[in-house]
């Protein structure tokens, strides 16, 4: 449980503060996402890692803080948080390259590509993909009143 609330947090950590943040690499990278939803195009943005060496310090930045307080506190948690990150971020990417491309989502995830295809209608909100923890303790579940003008994948159009 503390593995998947510490990968909860470090996905919305990671999709508000630094995906978000225009003037950095991986700002203007996520930007593309956002500017290709519904075009051809949109496969080609999906993942939150760009290339294999983003994803490795996905790895490397969410695993020096666990390792250091695992050892700090001899908490003896690392490994499995770790392990735990590791699936969470297989489920998140899967999850959302499906929100976006139409794919079938298992029950109960079936709300969640309204809620993350929302984020897109409103970036500053829901920075959650399908699990939205952090969203609901930040308070950044956003107007709940979107319309039917809300954009969609280029397999739902």
Request: aromatic share 14%.
């Amino acid at each position: 449980m503390i593995g998947l609330v510490w990968s909860n947090g470090f996905e919305y950590a990671y999709h508000r503060w630094i995906l978000h943040w225009p003037k950095g690499t991986l700002g203007k990278g996520h930007l593309l996402h956002h500017s290709t939803l519904g075009t051809p195009y949109e496969p080609e943005h999906v993942t939150f890692g760009s290339s294999p060496l983003a994803v490795a310090m996905i790895f490397v930045v969410n695993g020096i803080p666990v390792i250091l307080l695992d050892r700090i506190f001899n908490l003896r948690l690392a490994a499995g948080m770790l392990i735990g990150f590791a699936g969470y971020f297989i489920i998140t990417e899967e999850v959302h390259w499906r929100i976006h491309l139409g794919g079938w989502l298992p029950p109960g995830l079936s709300a969640a590509r309204d809620y993350h295809l929302k984020h897109h209608d409103r970036p500053d909100a829901r920075f959650n993909v399908f699990l939205p923890i952090f969203d609901l303790l930040f308070g950044n579940l956003g107007v709940e009143v979107y319309g039917e003008h809300c954009r969609r994948p280029l397999s739902e159009r």
